[in-house]
């Protein structure tokens, strides 16, 4: 290593799609980091948040569609005395889904599948709320579960629906009855409270900062708005069936902007920036 070479980290090591990977650009002494360019997997510019001691990091979604293998990552850093690139190569282990088939009545799918364009608005009005995220962390300590209730439909869970591929599960799903309170996995901003009538019903995102975001479908009644901070805990809302859901359950999602990450391992190990 040359003596004004950054250096690039990314871990932790073995992990596995649908865990974050949290990325760290270190420059060299006496040097400012000023900007960093990168791409990773489906992102196409990676967000870097500015550490106490001067170093940048990024969380970035391993996304569930992936294998394990070893990923080449380049960053382009950009400091006061200069340009390099820095890379990393980054091994991550394969991860196998349980496969789940479920009968669901030809009609119900059918309007679902016609409704594609009306779907899409609804995506991109989400993704419009989830644009910037406060550039410093806001969530604190450990993740909590945010709803009681038994865990029914677990992250990546691959489906098929009257034989078809219908797609892997994004979320968690916790069952449970309509007015069970569902409170803010952690602290952060409301960045989204909304009726959206096609597939996510009630819906509350909350940024948590640095790129981090979750989400809570389906809900009876939200009990937040837009702008407004939130507490780990607090109560955001309630268990409902609202959008397009067979029964009363939360489906909750943790992002890294839009890639979904595996809620449970979130609660696992929390994220550290
Ligand atoms: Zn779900």
């Known amino acids: ?32 980091i000023t900007g960093v360019g990168m791409q990773a997997f489906d992102t196409d510019q ?41 890379k990393y190569n980054f091994k991550g282990t394969t991860r196998v889904y349980p496969t789940q088939r479920i009968t669901m009545r030809d009609s119900k799918t059918a309007a ?10 609804e995506k991109l009005f989400v993704q419009s709320k989830m644009k910037n995220s406060y550039a410093a962390p806001l969530w604190k300590g450990n993740w909590v579960v945010p709803c ?23 979320g968690a799903d916790v069952k449970a009855g309509t007015g069970t309170p569902v409170k803010a996995a952690n602290a952060g901003r409301v960045a989204l409270s909304a009726y959206l009538p096609l597939l996510r019903g009630n819906c509350v995102v ?26 780990k805990g607090q109560v955001l809302g309630k268990v409902g069936a609202t959008g397009f859901v067979t029964g009363a359950h939360l489906h909750w999602e943790t992002r890294i902007g839009w890639e979904p990450v595996d809620p449970n391992r979130v609660i696992a190990r929390g994220i550290n920036f």
């Not at 932790?12 to 060299?28: C, E, F, N, Y």
């Not at 996304?63 to 990552?73: A, I, M, N, V």
């Not at 909350?206 to 507490?231: A, P, T, W």
């Open 1 to 32: 290593m040359s003596a004004h070479a950054a250096t690039l980290t990314v871990g932790p090591s073995g992990a596995q799609p649908g865990d974050i990977l949290t990325v760290t650009v270190t420059p060299a002494g006496g040097e400012k």
């Open 46 to 86: 990676v967000k870097f948040y500015t550490r106490p001691d001067g170093s940048v990091r990024a969380f970035v979604g391993y996304p569930f569609d992936r294998q394990g293998g070893t990923f080449p990552l380049a960053a382009r850093v950009q400091t006061d005395k200069g340009e390099q690139t820095v």
């Open 112 to 121: 679902k599948m016609n409704e594609k364009d009306a779907l899409r608005q």
């Open 148 to 170: 009681a209730g038994a865990a029914t439909s677990a992250y990546g869970r691959r489906r098929y629906v009257n034989g078809k591929w219908w797609g892997q599960h994004n």
């Open 206 to 231: 909350i940024d948590h900062g640095c790129n981090v975001f979750s989400i809570y479908m389906h809900l009876s009644k939200r009990d937040v708005v837009e702008g407004q901070s939130i507490g």
